[in-house]
C-alpha cells in the first residue's frame, strides 16, 4: 500500500499484498487503516459518467465529492486510476480506454468549481504490455490523431493508455502532480487482468483532509 500526500489531500493505493479489493470486508478493513468505516465507490460500468456523493447508486465510473474526510475510490486491474484534485474539490475516476475515449476526464472537471485542476495517475498497464487489434487504432486515429499513442512492433500494436491519460489532462489545462509510471502486467505486486487477475482489483482512494 502506497500513500501519498498533496498538501490536504491524500492519495492511497494498494498492491497486491494487501488483498482484493474487490471484497468489501478486505476493502473495510483498509479504510479502517486510515480512520474509516468504508470507502465509497461507484457502481463501475466503463462509462464515461461522474457522479456526486448523492448519486452513488448510480452507474458510473467516478465520484466528486467537496466533503471533507470521506474516502472515495475505484477498483483497477489494468486501467488507469485518475485522482483530479484541489485543496476543496476531489474527483476520483476509473479510466478504462471506453470512458477516456468518450470523456470522462472532461465530465469530472465540468464538475469543479475552480479552474485550478491536479491530478495523480496511479498504477496501470503500459504501453510495454497493452497489445490492440488495428480495428481498435482506426477508431481512435478517427478521433484522436495524436501521434505517440502507439507503437508497432514484430508481434503488434501495442497502445500507451498513460501517453493519452496525459495528452487528455493536458488538453483540458489540468496540470499533472504525480504519475506512478509502474506498469500492472510487469510487476509482480500488482493486480492485472491481462496477467489472469480476473476478479482480483487494486483500489485508489483519496480524500480531502479536514
Request: charged share 25%; glycine share 6%; with cysteine.
Amino acid at each position: 500500500m502506497k500513500h501519498f500526500k498533496f498538501g490536504n489531500i491524500n492519495i492511497v493505493y494498494t498492491e497486491k499484498e494487501d488483498g482484493n479489493q474487490r471484497n468489501r470486508e478486505v476493502r473495510n478493513n483498509t479504510a479502517s487503516k486510515f480512520g474509516f468505516e468504508k470507502i465509497f465507490i461507484p457502481v463501475q460500468k466503463h462509462t464515461n459518467k461522474v457522479v456526486k456523493l448523492s448519486e452513488l447508486s448510480k452507474d458510473a465510473d467516478g465520484i466528486y465529492i467537496e466533503e471533507k474526510n470521506v474516502p472515495i475510490g475505484v477498483l483497477t486491474a489494468d486501467c488507469v486510476p485518475i485522482v483530479l484534485f484541489n485543496e476543496n474539490e476531489l474527483a476520483v475516476v476509473h479510466g478504462g480506454w471506453r470512458g477516456l475515449f468518450n470523456g470522462i476526464i472532461e465530465n469530472a472537471i465540468s464538475l469543479f468549481k475552480r479552474n485550478s485542476v491536479k491530478a495523480f495517475i496511479g498504477t496501470n498497464i503500459r504501453n510495454c504490455c497493452y497489445q490492440v487489434q488495428d480495428d481498435f487504432v482506426e477508431n481512435f486515429k478517427s478521433k484522436y490523431p495524436y501521434k505517440n499513442l502507439f507503437e508497432k512492433r514484430e508481434n503488434g500494436i501495442y497502445f500507451n493508455l498513460n501517453e493519452f491519460t496525459k495528452f487528455l489532462l493536458k488538453s483540458n489545462n489540468v496540470e499533472l502532480a504525480y504519475e506512478t509510471k509502474l506498469c500492472t502486467k510487469c510487476e509482480e505486486n500488482l493486480y492485472s487482468y491481462r496477467k489472469g487477475n480476473i476478479e482480483e482489483r487494486i483500489l485508489t482512494f483519496a480524500w480531502i483532509q479536514r
